[in-house]
């Protein structure tokens, strides 16, 4: 497999206001960030609130420029504070945002909602923008007559799907996945998170999954990259994270998610029964 997204030793300043009487400080959000990313591979990123998942999105989705370091995408190195993010460039990455009801436009129809980064990036004719917009639908599991509905006619999950066909329409290569599923149901979760296990399959996609929910990663990676503080303070393969963790702030990671045992459920269950009866 060849490396198709690359950061090396990437960082991210932010300035920020010292409030009365005192000036402007630098916050240094990322640490010198280093990974490989194979094509057709998923690598989750994961850690607490602030640790700077977010603001390396951000850095790989090429929204904000990192301030030292070195971002490559299929081997060839790129920086938006000295060149313009192309068409060309701008699709080969796209990003699918944690918010389903935020990320779309109440005042736009879903058809619209698709077909405008076609508009934007390419000369396609309004005749195929249609049709492969409508194709889309179906390939994300909704239907055709769905083009010209608005989304406040659409469950949370139906949104979401909406959200990923549309970062599907320049055919990306890479995939940047913020929080994809943590604002769904929990049953809704499993579906779309099978339905991107299919699109990564069908169109080789590589994904980036940024998550806090460890037991989701465990389901989705191929391997994961443990962030605390812009620090990434552990990298491995999925199977490796979790059968042994390196680190300790990995271990209390992962001794804070919830495990689902079926099979204690079931005996507090019957406990809860036996002292009932007694009762």
Same mark, same amino acid.
């Given at each position: 497999?060849?490396? %198709? ?16 009487? @005192? ?35 951000? %850095? ?24 313009? /993010? ?42 195929? @923008? ?33 959200? %990923? ?26 579906? /779309? ?44 393969? @999925? ?22 045992? /079926? ?17």
């Amino acid at each position: 497999m060849s490396v %198709i997204l690359e950061g090396r030793n990437l960082t991210r300043d932010y300035v920020v206001s010292g409030g009365f009487l @005192r000036g402007a400080k630098t916050v240094r959000a990322l640490h010198g960030i280093s990974f490989a990313l194979e094509q057709g591979k998923t690598l989750a990123i994961v850690g607490e609130s602030g640790c700077g998942k977010s603001t390396l999105a951000r %850095i790989l989705t090429l929204i904000d420029p990192a301030n030292t370091g070195e971002l490559l995408i299929e081997g060839k190195p790129i920086d938006i504070r000295e060149q313009k /993010v192309t068409p060309e460039l701008r699709a080969k990455v796209q990003i699918v945002f944690q918010n389903p009801y935020s990320s779309l436009n109440p005042r736009q129809k879903v058809g619209d909602v698709l077909t405008e980064p076609l508009i934007i990036n390419t000369d396609v004719p309004a005749a195929e @923008r249609r049709e492969r917009a409508e194709a889309m639908l179906q390939k994300v599991g909704l239907e055709r007559q769905h083009y010209n509905r608005y989304p406040h006619m659409f469950s949370g999950g139906q949104r979401q799907r909406i959200a %990923i066909a549309r970062a599907l329409m320049l055919n990306p290569k890479i995939l940047v996945l913020d929080e994809p599923v943590s604002a769904l149901d929990l049953s809704v979760q499993a579906q /779309v998170l099978n339905l991107l296990k299919d699109l990564q399959d069908e169109f080789d996609l590589t994904y980036v999954f940024v998550s806090h929910d460890l037991s989701v990663v465990r389901y989705f990676a191929d391997e994961v990259m443990v962030m605390n503080a812009g620090e990434v303070v552990e990298h491995a393969s @999925r199977d490796a994270i979790f059968a042994n963790p390196q680190h300790e702030y990995t271990r209390t990671l992962l001794a804070a998610t919830p495990i689902a045992d /079926v099979e204690k459920i079931r005996e507090r269950v019957e406990r809860r029964k036996a002292l009932f009866e007694k009762a």
